[in-house]
């Protein structure tokens, strides 16, 4: 006795009495394996549930021809949520790209603080999960319909969905945009989601223009190297905090015309001093929990506060009181509702890439990992050994 059940329109099979045996919860992975078997399987499932012993399924199955095997790739998976031990390397399946979606074959995957928060739960996420906002790849199948992507086509992406830290990715073609030929994989990995920050901090939510005084903390971080390159571009006087001479050298390189030590100096003091006592125009604070009040007392009168990171932990609630002594304004931007049209991504991607090609952004990718080593990446950037921008490459 058998029946056949309809797996797609290409191919069926009969199953034999002993399927139906196989526990409801274990057939999705029993037809995945027939699907990409040939004709006459013999099938082994545990049932760990009922710790029963393993047991053996003939299947007898037919068809024209079977589907190609699923398509396997490593990635970094995260089952719960922790340290960096918790970034397990394992075999993912990658799909087939549906209507409007691509697949990618990452080239450089760019590492950001924000994989930090994911990872650790600061900002939720459903386990398990494969971690990363930004990568490099080239496009290698292309879903139905879609005309303006390409197999081949070298794109970058930074911010959602979550999940860069893959060898392959499948990706809603929306979302990416091409890297110009001239713009080395790694250098384009480091600046996507970093300088379309810059970008969004330095033109959209406060304009900086030449003669203003801009303090940017974390100065030789990855965002913070960028926007002291773009901010004294612009014409700006710019003001950076670092916690070691090495990062204060990087960050005179990059622009920032006074550099404040600020595990050994009271920045607010030396903002004060360089200021003549009349404050910034605009503080860019990555910091969060131990610069933000500071931040706010670096501020000139009608200053600006752009607080759009928490790499020390959240600042502390602030009464709108505090900022009446000043006439102050407050805006914790994120760079997703800056890039959430497809006409403002590729404002800003342009913006970003053109400013590379002029040689006014130049991504420091000061650290390179293997994928598989997104552990190691992630416990370096928690403990303020890095500077600059780190790439993985899978
Ligand atoms: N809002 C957005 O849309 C957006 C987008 C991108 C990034 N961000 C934020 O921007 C910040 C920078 O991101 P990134 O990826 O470029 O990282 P990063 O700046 O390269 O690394 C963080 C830096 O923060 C400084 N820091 C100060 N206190 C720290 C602490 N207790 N623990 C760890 N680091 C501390 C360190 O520099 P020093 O050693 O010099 O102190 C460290 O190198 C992050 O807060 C991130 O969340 C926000």
Not at 347 to 369: K, P, W
Request: hydrophobic letters at 40%; a positive charge.
């Amino acid at each position: 006795m058998s029946s056949a059940l309809s797996l797609s329109s290409r191919f069926h099979i009969r199953i034999l009495p002993s399927f139906l045996s196989i526990p409801s919860r274990l057939r999705p992975a029993a037809l995945r394996l027939l699907r990409s078997t040939p004709t006459g399987l013999s099938l082994s499932l545990r049932n760990s549930e009922r710790r029963s012993s393993l047991r053996t399924f003939t299947i007898a199955a037919s068809g024209s021809s079977p589907s190609p095997a699923p398509k396997m790739v490593k990635a970094i998976r995260v089952y719960e949520l922790g340290g960096p031990e918790v970034l397990k390397w394992e075999d993912v399946e990658v799909g087939e790209p549906k209507e409007g979606e691509i697949r990618v074959r990452n080239k450089a995957i760019g590492v950001n603080f924000i994989d930090v928060y994911h990872r650790k739960g600061v900002y939720a996420k459903e386990t398990p999960f494969t971690p990363g906002m930004e990568a490099v790849g080239v496009v290698t199948a292309v879903g139905p319909g879609l005309t303006d992507r390409q197999v081949g086509d070298v794109v970058a992406y930074a911010g959602n969905p979550m999940g860069s830290y893959s060898e392959e990715q499948v990706l809603p073609a929306s979302v990416v945009v091409p890297v110009p030929p001239s713009i080395d994989h790694k250098i384009a990995a480091s600046v996507m989601l970093k300088g379309m920050t810059a970008y969004v901090l330095l033109r959209r939510c406060y304009k900086v223009e030449a003669g203003h005084t801009v303090l940017i903390h974390a100065a030789a971080g990855g965002v913070g190297s960028l926007l002291c390159q773009w901010a004294n571009a612009l014409g700006a006087t710019v003001i950076g905090t670092v916690s070691t001479e090495e990062k204060a050298a990087q960050a005179a390189e990059d622009g920032c015309h006074h550099v404040i030590v600020y595990t050994k100096e009271d920045f607010v003091a030396r903002v004060n001093e360089v200021t003549s006592g009349n404050g910034v125009n605009v503080v860019y604070d990555s910091v969060g929990k131990d610069t933000f009040q500071g931040s706010l007392s670096c501020l000139r009168s009608r200053g600006f506060m752009v607080s759009f990171g928490q790499s020390s932990g959240r600042p502390d609630p602030v009464p709108l009181s505090d900022l009446a002594s000043k006439s102050l304004f407050l805006t914790r931007p994120s760079l997703m509702h800056y890039t959430a049209t497809r006409d403002e991504l590729l404002a800003a991607a342009r913006e970003v890439f053109a400013n590379v090609a002029a040689g006014i952004l130049r991504g420091r990718v000061n650290h390179i990992y293997p994928l598989s080593d997104a552990a190691r990446a992630h416990a370096d950037l928690e403990a303020r050994k890095t500077s600059g921008s780190i790439v993985l490459i899978p």
